[in-house]
């Protein structure tokens, strides 16, 4: 079954609102998620690694106060994307690495499909 | 910086023929490459995996060596199922960056009865 959940699945909002996108581990505790993005036809694209209890880190040509992202416990990551645009319309998917793990395995959660208006 | 280009798709086949998706890497160190497959709705998951030149990896059928002196990590199988439709992705993480990866843009497999 699935190990990292997102929530929602799908979200529709209006230009200029905020949107929350929750990325869950759902039976193990994980020090670090990821948070990718992928564009229609596109590759999965690394926005920003983030670890608990510490601030994200953005890769480069990511805007950091529009993409907040915040990792607040060892289950739990959360990605607000604040005043959205339309060009901000995407798949957003997270990932997150079971640190008691044998493997380095990264597992991914099903994905969010944004769409702003 | 590191990249991953994989064949352009979509590809069509029918059941049980070969596959075979072509990827090239361009890396510096010595990065882990990967195959990641994502099933209509669901999340990507790891196909298989190999961590050095000459490694092969393998499951479910399908097979990709590690090849250092082409920096290719082609994956192949011998007899694909409708089952296996889907989009896959060749991956890459680099030795000098724990955990990030980096993906080709994904090559959608339709197989037909």
């Known amino acids: 079954g699935a190990v990292v959940s997102q929530h929602p699945s799908r979200v529709i909002c209006k230009s200029g609102t905020s949107v929350k996108i929750e990325c869950r581990s759902l039976d193990f505790q994980a020090t670090t998620m990821f948070w990718y993005r992928q564009f229609p036809k596109k590759s999965l694209m690394l926005m920003a690694t983030s670890n608990e209890g510490s601030k994200a880190t953005y890769e480069q040509g990511v805007e950091k106060d529009k993409f907040l992202i915040n990792h607040a416990s060892l289950t739990l990551s959360t990605l607000t994307v604040t005043s959205a645009h339309p060009e901000d319309s995407s798949f957003y998917i997270c990932s997150a690495t079971n640190p008691s793990s044998s493997t380095d395995t990264q597992y991914f959660g099903p994905g969010t499909r944004l769409t702003v208006l | 910086g590191d990249s991953v280009t994989q064949m352009e798709g979509p590809v069509t086949l029918s059941e049980e023929a070969f596959l075979t998706i072509n990827c090239t890497y361009t890396?510096?160190?010595?990065?882990?490459l990967f195959w990641y497959v994502q099933y209509p709705g669901e999340g990507l998951q790891l196909l298989l995996k190999?961590?050095?030149?000459?490694d092969k990896g393998s499951n479910k059928g399908f097979e990709a060596t590690y090849r250092k002196e082409t920096t290719s990590f082609h994956l192949e199988k011998g007899s694909v199922q409708v089952s296996d439709s889907a989009v896959y992705f060749c991956?890459?993480?680099?030795?000098?960056?724990?955990?990030?990866?980096?993906f080709g843009q994904g090559t959608i497999l339709t197989v037909h009865p």
């Open positions: 190999a961590t050095k030149a000459d």
């Open positions: 991956a890459l993480r680099g030795g000098t960056s724990y955990g990030k990866l980096t």
């Open positions: 890396a510096t160190g010595y990065p882990s």
